[in-house]
């Protein structure tokens, strides 16, 4: 008995790979066929209305290829980029790494399916606290990648204790329904709460279990008065109705009784186009499925250059292409590698080379970033992309 997971080393040893790759390299081998190739890994369209992305899950492409005969680039992790741009090359003997396509694709399209997801809510919550709740949507073995992705796109937060562990952080949480119903009472179960848990958790009772929430928010902030963070709304979605309106109401309830400092959180079918319609009042958000379900980043890996030729399939652009970025705006430009690099941005800003050295024969050559320093990364260029 066990979880339905591969292990560690089954993935780097190429046990995750779709069948017709080992059938293929047994071919070529069979038939003395050894050719040096280019392939590179692109998205051809981003998922509906999406105009940008975030890339992720670079380190977990090193540690699958680390040791293997190749030669990999890449665009550091947490580049913003568009469809048709080619994120990662790897340059090596086909048959040497031809298993490896699945794993490496599986990689990047999801993590940076969820980076991107989590970049486009922090980017409509602007300076608000946006929390990844999402793992209980997924398998548990996947929760730790999934808010890795989440918080690099920005989330301010996880609520998982393994996934915090890995990034460095504090896990954040509030209360469960269940603690509410089995003392009987929120404004019980709060007190207990605040009795019983250390100082420095931030105390957000949830109060949408019994009653309604206008007056629950209210009882909470009599109970616990300065101490009190947020009250959390999961309000069903059977009772949901106007949410904005209830938030609204909750507010003005709150401040004319002087707990303008109790914030307002909220749960429960939460994506970028909700937080932006209720963020002139809400003050933090928890989000989960539309996190852990993100659409994925449909990157196809093709090769472009066979010895040294250019060469592609139809429907994609042969030869090795670099992509330079502008630092103002983000614009992207795709250029054929040996090309020069272009001059000034229609805005005026400069351009940087993106596609970087990660591996030289099996050698990871270039320094991984913190996740906290990804995040930075993405957090410097919300403000500038495109809006949701
Ligand atoms: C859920 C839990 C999750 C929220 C909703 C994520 O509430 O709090 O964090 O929702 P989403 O997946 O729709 O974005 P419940 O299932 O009521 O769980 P609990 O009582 O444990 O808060």
Redesign the pocket.
């Known amino acids: 008995m066990g979880f339905n997971i591969a292990s560690d080393d089954e993935i780097r040893s190429g046990k995750v790979t779709d069948v017709y790759f080992v059938r293929t390299v047994r071919t070529l081998l069979s038939a003395g066929i050894r050719k040096r190739v280019v392939m590179e890994v692109t998205a051809s369209s981003l998922p509906d209305g999406y105009k940008w992305a975030v890339l992720a899950g670079i380190d977990e492409v090193a540690h699958l290829l680390e040791g293997k005969p190749v030669n990999v680039d890449c665009m550091p992790e947490g580049s913003i980029f568009h469809a048709s741009e080619p994120v990662l090359r790897v340059e090596a003997e086909y048959t040497d790494f031809a298993i490896f396509e699945t794993p490496l694709l599986g990689l990047l399209c999801q993590a940076s399916g969820v980076a991107t997801k989590a970049a486009r809510c922090k980017k409509a919550a602007g300076d608000k606290l946006v929390v990844s ?2 793992a ?2 997924m398998h548990p073995a996947l929760a730790p990648m999934i808010d890795r992705a989440a918080f690099i796109g920005g989330c301010d937060g996880v ?1 998982v204790i393994k996934s915090a562990e890995l990034l460095g952080i504090e896990p954040v949480g509030t209360m ?3 603690l509410i119903i089995i003392v009987g009472d929120m404004v019980e179960a709060l007190k207990l709460f605040d009795e019983f848990v250390e100082p420095g958790v931030r105390r957000t009772a ?1 109060i949408d279990t019994f009653g309604d929430e206008k007056f629950e928010a209210l009882r909470a902030a009599e109970a616990l008065g300065e101490r009190l963070y947020a009250v959390r709304f ?1 309000t069903p979605s059977s009772r949901r109705g106007n949410l904005l309106a209830l938030l609204k109401e909750t507010r003005w309830e709150l401040d004319l009784r002087g707990y303008s400092h109790v914030k307002l959180f909220v ?4 994506d970028e186009y909700e937080i932006k319609r209720l963020n002139e009042v809400a003050d933090a958000y ?5 996190l852990s379900n993100a659409p994925v980043i449909n990157f196809a890996m093709d090769i472009v250059e066979v010895e040294g030729e250019p060469i592609a399939k139809r429907g994609k652009a042969s030869g090795v292409k670099d992509v330079y970025q502008c630092v103002e705006c983000f614009r992207n430009i795709v250029v054929p590698a040996n090309r020069s690099a272009p001059k000034k941005c229609q805005c005026g800003g400069s351009f940087v080379k993106l596609i970087q050295p990660l591996i030289r024969d099996g050698k990871l050559v270039a320094e991984l970033p913190s996740p906290a320093e990804i995040r930075e990364r993405v957090m410097k260029a919300l403000p500038r992309l495109e809006e949701i």
């Open positions: 709740f999402g209980r949507r609520a469960p329904h269940a949830l999961d749960s429960g079918g939460l928890g989000v989960g499925t539309s």
